[in-house]
Every structure is written in C-alpha cells, then in structure tokens.
C-alpha cells in the first residue's frame, strides 16, 4: 500500500514539475534532466525505505506448485512481461500516440514551452501523461514512453491485490490483478504511449485513498484521494 501511494504520489510530483517548467517557458533537455535526476534521487530513497518491508513479504512466501494461486500469478506475471517486450520496441502502427500523445511533447520540447498546435486536434484535449511522455522525449527516447504507460498497467494489478487484500483477502486481489491484467484494451493500449491505462491506475489510487478515509476518517486520505482525483479529472475535463 505504501509503495503504490508513494509511487503515485512521485509521478504526480514529476508531472507538475513538468507543468510548471512548461508555463514557464523552460522545458529544456538539460533542465528536465536535472529536475529528473532530483526526483529519482528523492524516490530511490523512498524506495530504501520500504525495501526491509518488502523483502520481509516476500520472504513469507511459500510457492506451491499446486496451488491455481501459484499458476495465477505465473500467468500475470508472463503477461506484464510480454507487454514489457512489447513496449520497448520503437513506437509504430498506433494512431494516437503517433499522431499527437508523443508528437505534442516533441513539439513541446521544440518550443521549449505548452504551446498550442492549432493543426493539431490532440492539442486540445489534456495532457496529463503527456507530461511524463516530455520528460522521456527530453531523453530522446520515445520506447520510454511507451515503458512508462506500461508501468501504469503492472502498478494497477500491484494496487487491484493491495486493495483487496486490504479489504477483502489477497486471493481474491489476485484474481482481480489477473483478469485486469488480460483485459484486452489493457493488453493493447498498455505497452503503447496512450493514456488509458495511465488514467486507470490513478483512479484506482484514488478510490483506494477514498475507501481509507471512510475507514479510518483520517483527514490526509481524504486530502490525498482529492489530489488523485484532480488528477485524472483534469484529463476528462478539457
């Protein structure tokens, strides 16, 4: 649970960098590579803090070959990695990441600033994960983008069992990762730089964090469901 908030939290955090550095005027490669390397710096010691826990969790764990758990999480796991293969490849055949959710950020970086692309439809709609998607292009690598929106769709099944094992149990957490996992738009969708998937992971977070709050009525769950709300809201408000 720390580690998906945490992980929500850090790329919220990047993308508003993102936005600030772009109504700034300042969206250059050796700037986003500086505020990059902050945050990374920043998150990898979140991460440190978490390692004893997780290590601790999988140390608990006894694989049984037997069980239709063991082969649930084989399945999923084969799955994210196909979809990991397929990811980095050089983006091709998908209209929408070709046509503006990758050529809006590169226009972006040209013109060092959220310029406005009048010939450009995509340029009219919200750009939330195209935030993350500049600071990719700003590494001219435009297979990192695509591994970003698929990272979303692995941290969605790490939230669907941490949510339910919360509050239901972590079988029935499995199951919903697994099915999730093969849901066909996300097995499309993910490996490519849409938003789709992006926009899903942070819904779930989102009510994840509303879920905490009506159960334990602590105020920073409800301020944080409000920021992950805002957060995908913006993308289906223009």
């Known amino acids: 649970e720390e580690v998906c908030f945490s992980l929500a939290i850090g790329f919220g955090v990047l993308q508003l960098c993102v936005l600030t550095l772009g109504l700034s005027h300042l969206l250059y490669a050796p700037i986003l590579w500086g505020v990059t390397g902050v945050w990374a710096v920043v998150g990898f010691r979140e991460i440190v803090q978490h390692r004893g826990g997780i290590v601790e969790s999988f140390g608990k764990l006894r694989p049984n070959v037997r069980s239709v758990y063991f082969w649930l999480v084989v399945v999923l796991v084969a799955g994210q990695a196909q979809g990991f293969i397929r990811a980095l490849a050089p983006p091709h055949g998908a209209t929408d990441p070709l046509a503006y959710q990758l050529a809006l950020p590169r226009l972006f970086l040209i013109h060092h600033y959220l310029s406005f692309e009048p010939t450009i439809t995509g ?12 600071v990719c292009l700003a590494f001219t690598n435009t297979s990192l983008a695509q591994v970003i929106h698929w990272l979303m769709g692995a941290l969605t099944c790490l939230a669907l069992v941490g949510f339910c094992w919360r509050y239901l149990d972590w079988r029935s957490g499995l199951w919903a990762a697994t099915i999730f996992g093969f849901v066909p738009i996300v097995v499309m969708f993910g490996p490519k730089a849409y938003v789709d998937v992006g926009l899903c992971f942070f819904q779930v977070m989102a009510f994840w964090a509303l ?23 913006g993308v289906l408000l223009r």
């Open 123 to 134: 340029a009219l709609y919200p750009s939330n994960m195209g935030l993350l998607y500049i």
């Open 211 to 233: 879920f905490n709050w009506l159960a334990t009525r602590q105020p920073q769950m409800l301020v944080l469901a409000g920021l992950l709300w805002e957060h995908f809201l």
